[in-house]
T-cell receptor, first 111, second 115 residues
């Protein structure tokens, strides 16, 4: 079975731009969660989608948004990028069980 | 709400020596507990999880952890480490009810195995 895939793997943007990251979960998994990882704040939960509905949301500003499609693929969008948004963004999928499988992440650099 | 404390940010250890990585959690509800490992430039890989039942949990790569409810701890142990165990280790918690699949992570412990 293919694992969780995330595209792109690396991204460089400038302040003020917007970015869209993509996550393809393991086949059959309906839950997709997003996390931000930075050296200063560690791993922080962004949001979770299940069957196209946002089920849970972390404490991030409204510039961070996401969605999930009928095939369970998910995208997250960050608008008006700030320097502090530079991070590794990790996606995880789950079969509504308790184990989450993580993708390799997208490394976003904001200049 | 839950929180996780990993007391040691770095743990150096010689190859073939035992190691313990400490994790304490705080929660107002019952929890599930997890340990993940992250190798450089990679995502997270699940080492082991505690859901219920036996408090001693065995995972992959020879790791095990013990859930101690009274001390709210979930320390990770390995009796003999290998160079390939060098990585960052994260303890995580999830509430049994509510919250969906949201994981709350500790700040991580960098395990450095030396020859």
């Amino acid at each position: 079975k293919a694992g969780v895939t995330q595209t792109p793997r690396y991204l460089i943007k400038t302040r003020g731009q917007q970015v869209t990251l993509s996550c393809s979960p393991i086949s059959g998994h309906r839950s997709v969660s997003w996390y931000q990882q930075t050296p200063g704040q560690g791993l922080q939960f962004l949001f979770e989608y299940f069957s196209e509905t946002q089920r849970n949301k972390g404490n991030f500003p409204g510039r961070f948004s996401g969605r999930q499609f009928s095939n369970s693929r998910s995208e997250m969008n960050v608008s008006t990028l700030e320097l502090g948004d530079s991070a590794l963004y990790l996606c995880a999928s789950s079969l509504e069980a308790l184990e989450q499988f993580f993708g390799p992440g997208t490394r976003l650099t904001v200049l | 709400a839950q929180s996780v404390t990993q007391l040691d940010s770095q743990v150096p250890v010689f190859e073939e020596a035992p190691v313990e990585l400490r994790c304490n959690y705080s929660s107002s509800v019952s929890v599930y507990l997890f340990w993940y490992v992250q190798y450089p430039n990679q995502g997270l890989q699940l080492l082991l999880k505690y859901l219920s039942g036996s408090t001693l949990v065995k995972g992959i790569n020879g790791f095990e952890a013990e859930f101690n409810k009274s001390q709210t701890s979930f320390h990770l142990r390995k009796p003999s480490v290998h160079i390939s165990d060098t990585a960052e280790y994260f303890c995580a918690v999830r509430g049994v009810t509510g919250g969906g699949n949201k994981l709350t992570f500790g700040t991580g412990t960098q395990l450095k195995v030396e020859l």
